[in-house]
């Protein structure tokens, strides 16, 4: 019975406004009078200093997960860089990760989807009231500027939230390909879930147990070239609010870029491998499930603002896994860790969380100011 009011709830935390489809848009733009206004936002480019000499971390799962006495040093060295990652960059690209054929299926299949008719894609069209479908995401008014993509987004797991309305049956694969991905990625999420709590000195347990039975939301994105690029931004800056994201990306025109030290930095893929970030709730989460005190970063690991950008020629192509803890949890300070350093954001419920979400537009950091105590 819970499980299934769980389910209801989620159809219930609100949803996007409906917007022009961007794919179509960018096919019939010629010139710039043909951009509507409001994709039009010089403003996210002016005085705007981009440094390419700096790159994210690598971290080889191999070694992350190595067995001491067979690998030696290699793990305790990978746990750090891990730790450093976290705590000063905020992504990392993950190699050696074991899932090179799972995220080549979903890389075909994710292109294929985006190839489709406009009719057909509208079959997994976003409804009102709902954040699932394809469209836009995080368009809360009638006079908000937008961003240059399209994406279809998906809840995943756990099965019971799937919503097999939203999930196309074109092209033929791409039911049983998401599956199949979905379970990998989450997978590897727990495994630097848990590597993650013994670099914060807590038992893996604590903040695996959360994420056993995740909410993952999955977001197939999709930036039309525009040969007005340097007047368009793919997707607002922003930080994810979310527990932890892996993203692939599908082609190698490169747009990713994140904020550090107030430069953009653009993240040079490499092939193969998942990018990987901290979200808000990483940042500020206390999982409280079946009324235990788990644990979150409570500031030590800190979500990061990044932001995609739109190239001249070439379309772009990713795929977002966002992990949640689930829907039982409560998202604060980790109990653990406010005893040594203070308590430092509020506590809503997971459900309070996610409508803040969904009701807000993307802003930089903003959602977290929402979470902040001042005092």
Same mark, same amino acid.
């Given at each position: 019975m819970e499980e299934a009011e769980t389910c209801a709830s989620t159809r219930e935390l609100g949803g996007s406004l409906p917007v022009e489809n961007v794919q179509q848009l960018a096919a019939a733009s010629h010139n710039f009078k043909d951009i509507p206004n409001r994709y039009i936002r010089p403003e996210l480019h002016n005085h705007v200093v981009v440094d390419e000499s700096l790159q994210i971390p690598v971290i080889d799962m191999t070694k992350l997960c190595s067995d001491e006495q067979s690998k030696g040093c290699h793990h305790h060295q990978e746990l750090e860089k891990l730790h450093q990652a976290c705590k000063h960059w905020g992504f990392f690209q993950l190699v050696n990760h074991g899932a090179a054929r799972v995220i080549e299926e979903m890389k075909v299949v994710s292109e294929e989807f985006f190839k489709l008719p406009l009719q057909e894609k509208m079959k997994c069209g976003q409804l009102p009231n709902n954040i699932e479908g394809y469209?836009?995401?995080?368009?809360?008014?009638?006079?908000?500027?937008?961003?240059?993509?399209? #994406?279809?987004? %998906?809840m995943s797991l756990p099965v019971s939230l799937r919503n097999m309305r939203f999930w196309p049956n074109s092209p033929p694969h791409f039911r049983t390909t998401l599956h199949n991905y979905s379970k990998e990625l989450h997978k590897i999420a727990m495994r630097?879930?848990?590597?993650?709590?013994?670099?914060?000195?807590?038992?893996?347990?604590k903040l695996t147990s959360a994420y056993e039975d995740c909410n993952q939301g999955i977001r197939m994105n999709y930036y039309p070239p525009c040969v007005h690029a340097d007047k368009v931004i793919g997707l607002t800056?922003?930080?994810?609010?979310?527990?932890?994201?892996?993203?692939?990306?599908?082609?190698?025109?490169?747009?990713?870029?994140?904020?550090?030290?107030?430069?953009?930095?653009?993240?040079?893929p490499i092939s193969g491998a998942i990018i990987v970030n901290i979200g808000d709730?990483?940042?500020? #989460?206390?999982? %409280?499930?079946?009324?235990?005190?788990?644990i979150m970063s409570n500031g030590e690991y800190c979500s990061i603002e990044h932001r995609a950008v739109v190239n001249f020629e070439k379309e772009r192509l990713s795929v977002a896994a966002f992990h949640n803890p689930n829907m039982t949890t409560n998202i604060g300070p980790l109990p653990d860790l406010v005893k040594t350093s203070g308590e430092k954001y509020?506590?809503?419920?997971h459900q309070e969380y996610i409508k803040l979400v969904v009701a807000s537009k993307l802003d930089g950091k903003s959602l977290l100011d929402h979470m902040k105590i001042t005092h």
């Open positions: 469209g836009q995401a995080f368009v809360v008014s009638e006079d908000q500027k937008l961003d240059w993509g399209d #994406m279809l987004f %998906l630097l879930f848990s590597m993650m709590a013994i670099n914060l000195g807590i038992e893996p347990q800056p922003h930080s994810d609010a979310t527990g932890l994201t892996l993203l692939i990306q599908i082609n190698q025109v490169q747009g990713l870029q994140i904020k550090k030290d107030a430069k953009w930095v653009p993240i040079q709730i990483l940042e500020v #989460m206390d999982c %409280l499930r079946s009324q235990i005190n788990s509020k506590r809503l419920s």
